[in-house]
């Protein structure tokens, strides 16, 4: 087996990335009751069970035919795979595609108890049945047939990698930008509170001078009520605009308060238009990979879902 060709390696790995793509779909679309392109790729390819085949063919190959460590080695070797690309993945795209957080006995979420021994068990089958015919199709394959099947596959591999990745990436960059300004609302929304406290000791201070001052009018008309009745009653109700006029305007509080409003409301604008602007190609990655999670940007991430729920329905 450690006498392959590197060409029957690359071969090995893509028709066990296709397999994983039709179990995984296959199980995904069932569960869902329609149809659903499942992974990372747009194409009928997972890397992770190609990556996990070959590790399981070579984590196996010493023990072939001792099925008990047939299952040890390659439940170990494909676990820790499978954690490895979870966690590099969610680094750089800050969203998990896979996340076992609900099921128990997992480690962050990148895998857990149950997807370990159903990595045992593959791996039994992949030495004991699975690669078997497998090895003898690639190995009938005639060379010149082989670099050509290779050649064509892993063009088209490629670039569904890199616009898969970019699709991956974008999706971070919105996520981010989404983030940064439900923080801002935030933070905004805070100053706008303090501001209203603020306002509302003013507001108080205020009308203990109000009520002062109009004590003091009344007063003062009670005493010359019979000869300037009138005159010191519009003067009293001229000081009492006056000073509540004062306070609207001229209360350096309450513009503030008035423009952190303003902010608000063109922030909060500004969000539901990246939101409103989200176009097929920004999101595709997520309707193949409904269950992708993000910890840190887990509000902007069920944002996004429910956004295409939303136009989903209304098609």
């Given at each position: 087996?450690?006498?392959?060709?590197?060409?029957?390696?690359?071969?090995?790995?893509?028709?066990?990335?296709?397999?994983?793509?039709?179990?995984?779909?296959?199980?995904?679309?069932?569960?869902?009751?329609k149809?659903?392109?499942?992974?990372?790729?747009?194409?009928?390819?997972?890397?992770?069970?190609?990556?996990?085949?070959?590790?399981?063919?070579?984590?196996?190959?010493?023990?072939?035919?001792?099925?008990?460590?047939?299952?040890?080695?390659?439940?170990?070797?494909?676990?820790?795979?499978?954690?490895?690309?979870?966690?590099?993945?969610?680094?750089?795209?800050?969203?998990?595609?896979?996340?076992?957080?609900?099921?128990?006995?997992?480690?962050?979420?990148?895998?857990?108890?149950?997807?370990?021994?159903?990595?045992?068990?593959?791996?039994?089958?992949?030495?004991?049945?699975?690669?078997?015919?497998?090895?003898r199709?690639?190995?009938?394959?005639?060379?010149?047939?082989?670099?050509?099947?290779?050649l064509?596959?892993?063009?088209?591999?490629?670039?569904?990698?890199?616009?898969?990745?970019?699709?991956?990436?974008?999706?971070?960059?919105?996520?981010?930008?989404?983030?940064?300004?439900?923080?801002?609302?935030?933070?905004?929304?805070?100053?706008?509170?303090?501001?209203?406290?603020?306002?509302?000791?003013?507001?108080?201070?205020?009308k203990?001078?109000?009520?002062e001052?109009l004590?003091?009018?009344?007063?003062?008309?009670?005493?010359?009520?019979v000869?300037?009745?009138?005159?010191?009653?519009?003067?009293?109700?001229?000081?009492?605009?006056?000073?509540?006029?004062s306070?609207k305007?001229?209360?350096?509080?309450?513009?503030e308060?008035?423009?952190?409003?303003?902010?608000?409301?063109?922030?909060?604008?500004?969000?539901?238009?990246?939101?409103?602007?989200?176009s097929?190609?920004?999101?595709?990655?997520?309707?193949?990979?409904?269950?992708?999670?993000?910890k840190?940007?887990?509000?902007?991430?069920?944002?996004?879902?429910?956004?295409?729920?939303?136009?989903?329905?209304?098609?």
């Open positions: 087996m450690y006498s392959y060709q590197i060409v029957e390696w690359i071969l090995f790995f893509y028709i066990y990335c296709v397999f994983g793509w039709i179990f995984e779909s296959t199980y995904v679309s069932l569960k869902s009751k149809f659903v392109n499942r992974g990372f790729m747009k194409g009928p390819m997972i890397p992770i069970y190609g990556e996990g085949a070959i590790m399981m063919v070579i984590a196996t190959y010493p023990v072939r035919g001792n099925i008990p460590l047939e299952f040890v080695m390659g439940m170990v070797g494909a676990t820790l795979l499978e954690f490895v690309v979870g966690a590099i993945m969610e680094y750089v795209f800050k969203v998990k595609y896979w996340d076992y957080s609900n099921q128990p006995f997992n480690v962050k979420g990148y895998i857990c108890l149950s997807s370990t021994i159903c990595w045992g068990v593959l791996s039994v089958l992949l030495a004991e049945l699975i690669h078997i015919p497998i090895e199709f690639v190995l009938s394959i005639n060379d010149t047939v082989q670099y050509g099947l290779v064509c596959v892993s063009a088209l591999f490629v670039f569904d990698a890199v616009t898969s990745a970019k699709e991956a990436w974008d999706l971070r960059i919105l996520l981010v930008a989404l983030t940064k300004a439900k923080e801002e609302i935030v933070a905004l929304q805070h100053q706008l509170e303090v501001k209203k406290d603020q306002i509302a000791e003013q507001l108080t201070d205020k203990e001078e109000l009520v001052q004590t003091d009018y009344k007063e003062e008309i009670t005493s010359q009520l000869d300037k009745k009138e005159e010191l009653f519009e003067d009293l109700q001229a000081k009492k605009e006056y000073i509540v006029q306070l305007k001229g209360s350096a509080v309450v513009k308060a008035e423009s952190l409003k303003k902010k608000i409301d063109d922030e909060r604008k500004r969000y539901q238009a990246m939101v409103e602007k989200l097929l190609p920004n999101v595709r990655i997520l309707r193949r990979n409904p269950g992708a999670t993000s840190k940007f887990y509000e902007a991430l069920e944002s996004v879902k429910e956004h295409l729920e939303i136009k989903r329905k209304n098609k």
